[in-house]
């Protein structure tokens, strides 16, 4: 029978290990494809209807590659719902919107507290996930039900102590989704709050930050 203190040691171990290899698996997709495909995301996410398809195939691909995935697994069930908007059909918005979010619903459940150890793209495997997740709860019909969750979500990543150690372009992008959110609850305090911190961070969002500060109700 193994001692109390080796079995606590090599239950620490494993938990190192654990933790190792989650942080390696998140490397597993090259940084070069990933930023690419997060950058079709972002022309999507701006307006670009012509890269949804795009941002959505590419996304998928990296996932077939590395299935246990949870932030490529977010983005391809964020990038598919967005797929709603490019058809007319109603059947099938319904059938991109549920099947992206059961996508989403799949990669948040895959999260466990040694993702916190893991980073893509600069920025915590786990707030990605959350903010992906976040962003398109807060984004689809309000007839889903999901805006709760998603405002749920963002509070999460603001809160998180991980937060700090974030890309300077994620916390911008975090924190001009809190200010837009505070401001459709009529929350104009907190909406000054979030914007004067992307300006205080100096984040890439700064600009935007500074238009929106000024066009917000005295």
């Given amino acids: 029978m193994p001692y109390p203190f ?6 620490r ?3 190192i290990a654990a933790a190792l290899l989650l942080a390696t698996t998140a490397h597993a997709v090259p ?6 495909a997060v950058a079709l995301f972002a022309q999507a996410a701006s307006g ?4 949804i398809d795009k941002a959505a195939d590419a996304f998928t691909a990296l996932l077939r590659a590395e299935p246990g995935n949870p932030v490529l697994m977010a983005y391809a069930g964020a990038s598919t719902s967005r797929r709603a908007t490019t058809t007319l059909l109603p ?3 319904i059938s991109y919107a549920e099947d992206g979010m059961a996508m989403i619903d799949k990669a948040l459940a895959l999260l466990t507290p040694a993702n916190d150890a893991a980073v893509q793209g600069g920025t915590p495997v786990a707030l990605q996930v959350r903010f992906v997740a976040a962003n398109t709860f807060l984004a689809v019909p309000g007839f889903m039900n999901r805006g709760a969750r998603g405002a749920k979500l963002l509070t999460e990543v603001l809160d998180s102590p991980l937060f700090a150690q974030a890309s300077l372009g994620f916390q911008g992008a975090v924190l001009l989704r809190a200010a837009k959110l505070a401001q459709a609850d009529k929350r104009l305090d ?3 709050k979030y914007l004067g911190e992307v300006i205080k961070r100096n984040a890439p969002q700064a600009d935007a930050a500074r238009a929106q500060l000024a066009a917000l109700p005295s």
Avoid: H, V
């Fill in 6 to 11: 080796t079995s606590r040691f090599s239950g």
């Fill in 31 to 36: 940084e070069a494809q990933f930023q690419e």
């Fill in 48 to 51: 670009d209807n012509a890269t």
């Fill in 91 to 93: 059947w099938k918005k």
């Fill in 190 to 192: 907190d909406a000054r």
């Fill in 13 to 15: 171990l494993l938990a």
